[in-house]
């Protein structure tokens, strides 16, 4: 169940970065700790504290500047952004669940062992073969998301799920800078205040009480 709901986040959020500006793409996945309080109430019963629930408000306060609804330039492919979002919530969830009887890394040997299954299948009909560069890109991206994995996993056996979230937020000011440099991504005034409510949100997810 982990492995599944967490692949498909992943295509989620795949889709979405090949679809748009990768900073606001980072912004739009950064609104798993959202959804997350809201399903450990549901599926482990922890309490949702009242710092949480403003959190979770100013957060999609933040997510309605990106997705800009009614504008010209309303970005409705983050709509798929917010699906893998609470997919990826479930997937975290499920770790905590089994934070007691399963040590870490063979949460994550599993998780990239049954996704790896998984993705094979459309291999059959849709395969193209890599040139040299893009061995060493996909080597590289599978160091970096296992890596990520390890210390994701690890964080989310140990502390509360609302809790974990708010200290990925650096990554939005690291997308922001590799989509200006690589593709001459610009970030939109809304993209900022967006940016501002989530950052805030997750500052204010960190309260206990």
């Known amino acids: 169940m982990r492995s599944m709901i967490g692949l498909s986040a992943m295509y989620c959020f795949f889709y979405v970065i090949s679809h748009m500006p990768l900073a606001e793409a980072a912004l739009v996945k950064l609104t798993t700790p959202f959804f997350l309080p809201i399903i450990a109430f549901i599926w482990l019963n922890e309490k949702i504290h009242r710092w949480n629930r403003w959190a979770i408000v100013l957060g999609f306060i933040g997510v309605m500047f990106i997705l800009r609804p009614g504008a010209e330039n309303f970005q409705s492919v983050a709509l798929i952004g917010l699906l893998?979002?609470?997919?990826?919530?479930?997937?975290?969830?499920?770790?905590?669940?089994?934070?007691?009887?399963?040590?870490?890394?063979?949460?994550?040997?599993?998780?990239?062992?049954?996704?790896?299954?998984a993705s094979s299948i459309p291999l059959l009909w849709g395969w193209q073969q890599p040139t040299g560069e893009q061995w060493a890109w996909l080597i590289a991206i599978g160091l970096a998301g296992t890596l990520g994995q390890l210390a994701m996993t690890k964080a989310y056996q140990i502390a509360n799920p609302g809790q974990v979230g708010p200290y990925t937020y650096a990554s939005v000011v690291y997308t922001g800078i590799i989509g200006w440099i690589f593709w001459q991504e610009v970030i939109l005034l809304t993209t900022l205040i967006g940016c501002v409510f989530i950052i805030a949100s997750g500052l204010l997810n960190m309260r206990k009480t």
Not at 84 to 103: F, Q, Y
């Open 84 to 117: 893998g979002a609470a997919l990826a919530s479930v997937a975290k969830v499920c770790i905590r669940k089994m934070a007691d009887t399963e040590p870490g890394y063979r949460i994550v040997f599993y998780f990239g062992f049954l996704s790896t299954l």
